[in-house]
């Protein structure tokens, strides 16, 4: 859907990288500017074929060009690419551009239909824009780390989440002016920052804390506001997660996976709020039951009565499961299964090998030497 849309982006780490692999992937021409030392996120680990987990899962599909920006010569090289792009995406730190002498105020004044996406980690409207910021920080300063984990401790949530986030909103973002562009020819000036990003996330907990003076509490697996909805173990060991969303699932595990129908009509259980505020009481009397029975006579009851249920297992688990679907990409020349992106089929001009540092150097500069 965005075969014809040049895309100039400069980058590093996840947030920016994640919103131009999606636009890579929707067909989009993304030309990944590089230090000539490279993206420093192609270093975290060797995991897959000798590369970074992170860049082989961010990058495919992209054009790597490597610029000196400490140079006249990569700075006019920059500066070319960026006034024939439809799309800048950029995630230095703030002022960093200005410093090199680029005023994107200026470019779009230049071109009307000019798309630009600033990443930092607070919005240029606050006082915290000029400082530096990545996913745990963020975890920890906008209060997600405080009701994650268990009731012990606050914890991190296991990916960069906050990262994600904010290269979700971007590339949103990204589109939506996309279409603004195409109806009105006007492009757009974007700013997404990750405390912005996270804040959002975290619009549920803060409702809650702001207006009904109660914040979430750190539950584990448990659901703060949910009763039963957490973690239970069959007789035979196997942990599992049980929900229960409704009254109308209350009753059907009561009476079907329990079979327990006493507990209909219990004050303790009479609404979620009543067994949330007896939360001990429910869990214990779930568990009770479930101890006797296997994990396979859980999984039947559990089926019969409709009531949402899964397997508590180990990330290794994830690349058999039967509802896992990858998409390949290239890395060297091994065949790498990604997971697939949901909704988001690979464009047919999707390229997909994840690019050497510089690899396109050389074709991209010398078209820049041909339009000229």
């Not at 990569?74 to 551009?97: F, M, S, T, W, Y």
């Not at 240029?124 to 920080?137: M, N, T, V």
């Not at 279409?179 to 996330?201: C, H, P, Q, Y």
């Not at 688990?317 to 988001?344: N, W």
Request: aromatic residues 6%; proline residues 5%.
């Amino acid at each position: 859907m965005l075969e014809q849309i040049n895309v100039v982006t400069l980058e590093q780490a996840v947030a920016a990288p994640l919103c131009t692999s999606r636009l890579a992937q929707a067909g989009a021409e993304v030309i990944k500017i590089e230090r000539p030392e490279g993206d420093f996120a192609r270093y975290y680990d060797s995991a897959v074929a000798g590369e970074s987990a992170y860049f082989v899962w961010l990058n495919a599909g992209k054009k790597s060009v490597v610029l000196d920006l400490r140079t006249d010569q990569g700075l006019n090289a920059l500066n070319q690419l960026i006034e024939r792009a439809d799309v800048l995406v950029q995630n230095l730190k703030p002022g960093a551009l200005a410093k090199l002498g680029i005023d994107l105020g200026a470019v779009h004044e230049r071109r009307k239909d000019f798309i630009s996406v600033s990443i930092s980690g607070f919005s240029p409207d606050g006082p915290g824009h000029d400082r530096k910021a990545y996913d745990l920080l963020m975890q920890a300063e906008s209060g997600l780390a405080d009701i994650t984990g268990s009731p012990h401790a606050p914890g991190r949530v296991g990916v960069s989440i906050v990262d994600i986030a904010t290269g979700m909103f971007a590339y949103q973002a990204v589109l939506g002016s996309l279409i603004k562009r195409n109806n009105t020819g006007e492009g757009a000036t974007i700013a997404v920052s990750l405390f912005d990003a996270v804040a959002e996330v975290l619009a549920v907990p803060y409702l809650l804390q702001r207006y009904g003076g109660n914040a979430p509490q750190r539950v584990g697996l448990a659901h703060p506001s949910i009763c039963p909805y957490g973690v239970f173990v069959s007789a035979d060991q196997q942990r599992f997660v049980l929900s229960v969303q409704n009254e109308r699932e209350w009753q059907q595990l009561c009476r079907m996976g329990l079979q327990q129908p006493q507990l209909v009509d219990d004050p303790r259980c009479s609404n979620n709020e009543s067994r949330v505020a007896h939360r001990e009481f429910v869990d214990t009397t779930v568990q009770d039951v479930f101890s006797e029975l296997s994990y396979r006579k859980i999984s039947e009851r559990l089926t019969a009565a409709d009531i949402a249920f899964a397997p508590l297992n180990a990330i290794a688990a994830l690349a058999d499961h039967a509802d896992f679907h990858t998409e390949t990409i290239q890395v060297h020349d091994q065949s790498i299964e990604l997971p697939r992106v949901p909704g988001l089929a690979y464009a047919a001009n999707f390229s997909p090998q994840v690019p050497e540092l510089g690899a396109d150097t050389e074709a991209v500069l010398g078209s820049l030497a041909s339009d000229a």
